[in-house]
């Protein structure tokens, strides 16, 4: 009889559940659970931040070249990059009002437990946009640079479109052979993790007791709730009428990469598979092969929108009341924070010091959502990645109606 094989999905499901019961087994001594647990988890995410940056350089130049015309490139970039602010402005602005309503609920903290001096910090956005650009070519990749990287990528696929004649495709060929085999290399990379899952979570378990998912309870139900009413009001609607796809449709195609976006906390690992569903739904392959890799880097909606309320959170463990042109200039960082990130697990806790700074919030707050960041990353990737799906729908919704006119 052959036995059949269990989906990726429920075999992440089930490691979850074991990480679980073995990290409460193990509670009475974290430290195993550290020291050769949590090794290898380490080493499952090390993979993926590896294969990132190639990833995100080919699969960006690969979009650019089989659209073989710069301005058709622009168009696209354009309306992509300007659909990905506004919903993330939108995010955040959602994260902040429903932390603002349930705030009360949230706990006071001794502040003699969490010394706080206010700091001045604030982004300066001239510096930020000059760090866009890449002063070496080998730097970005060292530093994993996300933005950096994308820059070089626009620019050498340009350049190909530019080089290439009609006959002669060669160049092509290997920028998509090299997307290929890097694509390939993040599934190899993927299928570990359900091994991954269960050697993060299992020690995170551990050293905290599952005390910690009981008291930060509150706010990852917000979080949560945010993450539903953005993903059902901004997707459902953008998405129906810009896209001419009904949200049911919609959602059910969108359910395999979701799921595997919660389970791997990862836009980028989630890439493969996302694109397979947006196609599904009607996506072109040149703007998903675009649209897509550039989302897992710079459109963040579920991270945006966790900034929004843990800042509001741990305003309101130390006491403080923010104003209202603070709450503006966390929708300002946030968005722009949010483009900064890298799709990987965990980069968006790394970014609210950005976003706790810019409003003179205690940076160390970070630690009391630090320990359950997993559960708010789960939730807050599987947002990002359908943010990204439903903007390749509506591009190509909004291409082909443009090519139609023409
Ligand atoms: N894990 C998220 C992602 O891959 C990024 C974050 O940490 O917010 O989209």
Redesign the pocket.
């Known amino acids: 009889m052959q036995k059949k094989k269990l989906a990726l999905s429920t075999q992440i499901f089930i490691a979850l559940v074991l990480a679980i019961i073995a990290g409460i087994a193990l509670t009475g001594a974290p430290g195993f659970a550290t020291s050769y647990i949590k090794p290898f988890g380490t080493i499952f995410l090390n993979l993926i931040k590896w294969i990132v940056c190639p990833l995100v350089f080919f699969s960006i130049m690969a979009g650019v070249v089989s659209m073989r015309d710069i301005k058709k490139v622009g168009a696209i970039g354009g309306t992509t990059v300007v659909y990905y602010m506004c919903t993330t402005a939108f995010a955040v602005a959602i994260g902040l009002l429903f932390a603002n309503i349930f705030k009360g609920i949230f706990p006071v903290l001794s502040t003699t437990d969490l010394a706080y001096e206010p700091s001045a910090t604030t982004v300066n956005f001239m510096d930020t946009l000059v760090g866009i650009f890449p002063s070496n070519f080998i730097k970005p990749f060292v530093d994993a640079s996300m933005l950096q990287i994308i820059v070089a990528s626009l620019i050498i696929g340009f350049a190909l479109i530019l080089i290439a004649d009609d006959k002669d495709n060669m160049e092509f060929t290997f920028v998509n052979v090299a997307n290929d085999i890097c694509m390939k290399a993040m599934e190899m990379i993927i299928k570990l993790s359900p091994i991954g899952v269960f050697c993060l979570l299992c020690p995170v378990v551990a050293e905290n007791g599952p005390a910690v998912l009981g008291s930060l309870a509150k706010v990852l139900l917000i979080a949560y709730l945010c993450y539903i009413v953005h993903a059902v009001l901004v997707y459902s609607l953008t998405v129906s009428t810009l896209g001419h796809v009904s949200p049911i449709a919609f959602f059910k195609g969108m359910m395999p990469a979701m799921m595997m976006a919660f389970s791997s906390?990862?836009?980028?690992g989630t890439l493969p598979l996302n694109m397979e569903c947006a196609e599904k739904l009607g996506a072109d392959k040149e703007v998903a092969s675009f649209v897509l890799p550039l989302g897992?880097t710079i459109n963040?909606d579920?991270?945006a929108i966790?900034q929004g309320v843990c800042s509001i959170f741990i305003a309101s463990c130390f006491g403080i009341n923010l104003t209202f042109p603070q709450m503006l200039t966390i929708v300002l960082t946030a968005t722009l924070a949010s483009i900064g990130?890298?799709?990987?697990?965990?980069?968006?806790?790394v970014m609210l010091a950005m976003v706790l700074q810019s409003v003179g919030l205690p940076v160390e707050g970070i630690a009391l959502v630090a320990g359950v960041d997993r559960i708010f990353?789960m939730g807050?990737?599987t947002v990002?990645?359908t943010g990204d799906a439903a903007c390749s729908i509506i591009v190509s919704e909004l291409q082909r109606r443009k090519t139609k006119k023409a």
Do not use: C, E, K, Q
């Open positions: 906390a990862s836009s980028v897992a963040m579920g991270t966790y990130t890298a799709g990987v697990p965990g980069a968006g806790m990353d807050r990737t990002n990645i």
